[in-house]
């Protein structure tokens, strides 16, 4: 009985014993394999976030050793319907091809796709890190070392190419997050964030190295492995038509009004004066005030009114632009003696003006300068009624601009004169002008009709030809032509009265809208089948505004004009064409050292 009760005791232990510890062996066991899995699954979210090493992270997809990246087929919309909003080229991609709908099984997929690729990041940079630092580059992988040198002998044109396209995936991947949520943190939303910030890194470093690294081609393929992610989640394509379409009218938008403030900028910057050119008015003026009077008297006076020589006319308050005429000219004259420069100033620069020319006399040549204000009937011909009201644009208001209309009361006794605008260069002798046949006509210049030419300039450009006055008297197909070297006929200009043309003309304009501002249009319309072209070697166009003029041209003119807004005294001027102004400049001369103006 009593081994009964002990071997009794002794079974309800054991089973005690069973039903405490399984249980607690079964649960720990349990524990056990969901703290593995979880931890294996968290360090695989870490590789993929991580910052630190952006080469490992951004090798995420296999490369193709040995062959460039193919440039992506971008189809963003048709007309024929939106095909899709993300395709690639890509053979390993091609997998994605087709969109699906937004599921939690796709983004299971997605987040194990990433996490192999994070898996296959790690297993290779643990081999490269298992390699000596001091084995050369060829001892490594010579595919690799080709491939270094064709990405590194990449052409600028190709360059360009894979910069714009880096740029396209960022703006379709800022399209994809405009989808998400407010706030979101899925992964695909840190995904293209990351991916965001590396793409734009490798535009910024690719644009300051002008090459393409093998880091951002790695760059690239991620990304489009992100993207076709997000084009399986977000498969709304009407949505991301019209995301596209707001985001090219914004961007059209601000680039509008870029180059609009572009324009507006340019414009201010053409009419302002330097600070050096204002500081050589100030002092070339103190010195003339300080000369005594007998000696601010020119020699030679007696060549001014001379009708047998030649004559040239400049009208100008710029000191320095003004000496460039008179230097070119004169150098290249073969015979400078016969040559009488005429200089129209206004009367603020007139004494800083002539002091230049007393300090820096133009060599064997003749020069006389006057104030305009000396022309008392040109208040009373060009009175301020004529002057748009409230108008701050130089060139129609500017007294010196519209003086050119007027060239037979400024010199009376003369019969042929040639008109240089203050921002032209001669480069071969002028002489050949005073033996053109002028046929019977007013004014020679040189044509700008030929289209496919930067000159061209078509009369309906800026002469308004839906006024039914225009449109009767004029032709709009009539050939243009430039002013900047013109060769003048004073005896048919007086005998024609052209002057009393333009008059009549100018207070038509002021009563309606005939033609843009400027001299030029209402040159047309004065000059209309009283002018004869030129040959288009005596004056080259464009050299302040075009940066691609023809350097045969430019060698061949015998006038250079920096027509526009970038004038070669200026620092928004064209770089590639100010040699040929600076070459007539003496800046050795100590008041243009002592004003700071230099090369």
Not at 474 to 490: H, K, P, S
């Amino acid at each position: 009985m009593r081994a009964f009760r002990r071997s009794t005791r002794i079974s309800i232990l054991c089973l005690l014993c069973v039903s405490v510890f399984v249980p607690i062996f079964l649960l720990s066991h349990r524990l056990k394999h969901i703290g593995s899995d979880s931890l294996k699954e968290f360090v695989e979210d870490l590789s993929i976030i991580k910052h630190g090493k952006e080469v490992q992270t951004l090798s995420a997809i296999e490369q193709d050793e040995g062959e460039g990246l193919k440039e992506p087929i971008r189809v963003v919309y048709k007309d024929e319907g939106f095909i899709s909003a993300v395709s690639f080229s890509s053979r390993k991609d091609s997998r994605f091809g087709e969109s699906g709908n937004a599921s939690d099984d796709v983004n299971l997929s997605a987040k194990n796709a990433t996490n192999d690729e994070a898996r296959e990041d790690d297993r290779r940079s643990l081999q490269e890190d298992k390699v000596p630092m001091f084995v050369e580059k060829e001892d490594l992988h010579p595919n690799l070392v080709r491939r270094d040198l064709t990405v590194k002998s990449m052409s600028r044109k190709a360059l360009d190419e894979k910069v714009k396209e880096m740029k396209d995936q960022v703006v379709r991947a800022k399209a994809y997050l405009n989808f998400s949520p407010a706030n979101s943190s899925s992964h695909v939303v840190k995904e293209l964030k990351l991916r965001i910030k590396e793409v734009e890194r490798a535009v910024t470093q690719s644009t300051r190295d002008s090459h393409m690294s093998k880091s951002s081609l790695q760059k690239m393929k991620a990304m489009e492995s992100t993207l076709l992610k997000a084009s399986r989640i977000y498969p709304d394509c009407s949505a991301m038509v019209k995301k596209l379409r707001a985001m090219t009218y914004s961007t059209e938008e601000q680039v509008r009004i870029q180059k609009k403030q572009e324009t507006f900028l340019k414009e201010l910057g053409g009419r302002t004066i330097p600070k050096g050119f204002h500081c050589l008015s100030m002092r070339l003026t103190a010195e003339y005030f300080a000369l005594e009077t007998e000696k601010r008297e020119f020699p030679n006076k007696h060549k001014v009114h001379d009708p047998d020589l030649h004559h040239f006319a400049v009208f100008s308050d710029n000191i320095l632009a003004s000496s460039v005429v008179v230097n070119s000219t004169i150098s290249t004259a073969r015979d400078p003696e016969r040559i009488v420069f005429h200089l129209v100033t206004d009367s603020l620069n007139f004494p800083a003006m002539s002091m230049w020319f007393l300090l820096n006399p133009p060599g064997k040549a003749t020069i006389h300068i006057e104030s305009i204000d000396n022309f008392g009937w040109l208040s009373i011909r060009y009175n301020a009624t004529l002057q748009k009201e409230g108008s701050v644009d130089p060139r129609y208001i500017s007294a010196l601009n519209h003086l050119r209309f007027y060239l037979p009361d400024v010199f009376p006794i003369l019969n042929k004169i040639v008109l240089l605008d203050h921002d032209v260069v001669v480069q071969r002798d002028l002489a050949g002008l005073w033996s053109i046949d002028m046929r019977g006509k007013v004014n020679g210049a040189v044509e700008t009709c030929n289209e496919g030419e930067p000159s061209f300039r078509r009369m309906d450009m800026f002469v308004n030809f839906t006024d039914p006055m225009v449109a009767e008297r004029f032709d709009a197909t009539a050939c243009t032509w430039a002013f900047g070297m013109n060769v003048f006929n004073l005896r048919e200009w007086r005998r024609h009265d052209l002057t009393g043309v333009y008059h009549k003309y100018l207070h038509l304009g002021n009563t309606r809208p005939l033609w843009k501002a400027g001299s030029l249009p209402i040159g047309w319309i004065t000059f209309y089948k009283h002018t004869v072209p030129l040959d288009k070697r005596w004056h080259a166009l464009g050299m302040g505004y075009d940066s691609g003029a023809s350097l045969v041209n430019i060698e061949q003119a015998a006038v250079l004009h920096y027509d526009g807004i970038l004038k070669p005294w200026l620092d928004i001027g064209l770089e590639k064409y100010k040699h040929y102004w600076r070459k007539h400049v003496k800046f050795d001369h100590p008041i243009l050292q002592q004003c700071n103006i230099h090369e």
